[in-house]
């Protein structure tokens, strides 16, 4: 990932600084944090009791904590991030008996996690780095165990429009899809499906009941690549 300095000077202001970015779209970071998590929920409702460790591969200052503890199994989550402010934010927000937050260096997999989730995080990696990203997620899961990738559709305007507005997101790379598949099955994962969600802002939710039925076209503002480390 990024060196933790650039993410450090944001860890105390970060959710205000993603919300005041994501004006357009007339919702805040919980409410695509808790769409991501439902979205995933849905498509792993099968497999739920079989999902009792997740790791969350740049968790940040954990917003997507509260949402990933939604899962009715889950046992622990395992934040994993390079930036020790952030964690340390992490830590005081969401820390519990089932909720722990270290640095990528701290943690070493082993392959004992279900299901890592990795929101929106790859564009913030440098392109020659991701390989090894890649790998460090695959030797965390447990053969079987499952990886969502979501990240921020660049074919999507406001998406673009919204990441050329965001100091967070000064020098970030996109990532897009096609291009995110062929990195994760080169990474020897199996890739499953790709959906693409948050298509309509708020003044326009009334049309929100349409979108599962356009996920599979490259409409919304951000795209999961589901895939899984077979047996």
């Known amino acids: 990932m990024t060196h933790d300095d650039e993410f450090d000077r944001f860890a105390a202001s970060y959710r205000d600084c993603v919300d005041s970015t994501i004006t357009i779209s007339g919702e805040d970071s919980d409410y695509f944090a808790r769409g991501r998590t439902a979205w995933l929920q849905k498509l792993l409702a099968s497999e739920q009791p079989r999902i009792r460790h997740v790791m ?15 899962f009715p199994c889950i046992e ?14 992490a830590r005081i927000g969401y820390g519990s008996e089932r909720t722990r937050f270290v640095s990528l260096a701290e943690y070493h997999p082993a392959g004992q996690i279900d299901l890592a989730v990795c929101s929106n995080v790859f564009h913030h990696i440098p392109p020659n780095s991701r390989e090894q990203a890649v790998q460090y997620i695959y030797d ?3 053969p079987g165990g499952w990886f969502a990738f979501w990240e921020q559709n660049p074919w999507n305007l406001g998406t ?8 967070i997101d000064v020098g970030a790379i996109r990532l897009y899809p096609h291009k995110a598949r062929r990195m994760l099955s ?20 009334h049309l929100r009941g349409l979108e599962p039925a356009l996920s599979r076209w ?11 480390r077979e047996h």
């Open 160 to 167: 673009v429009y919204i990441m050329s507005r965001s100091p």
């Open 140 to 142: 965390s899961l447990r």
């Open 76 to 89: 622990a989550i395992v934040g994993v991030d390079v930036s020790r402010k952030s964690l340390e934010q």
């Open 186 to 205: 080169r990474g020897g994962f199996t890739v499953l499906r790709t959906d693409y969600l948050f298509i309509f802002p708020r003044f326009l939710k």
């Open 56 to 70: 969350d591969y740049g968790c940040g200052i954990g917003l997507g904590t509260p949402h990933l503890l939604t």
């Open 218 to 228: 490259p409409l919304g503002a951000q795209y999961l690549v589901l895939c899984r």
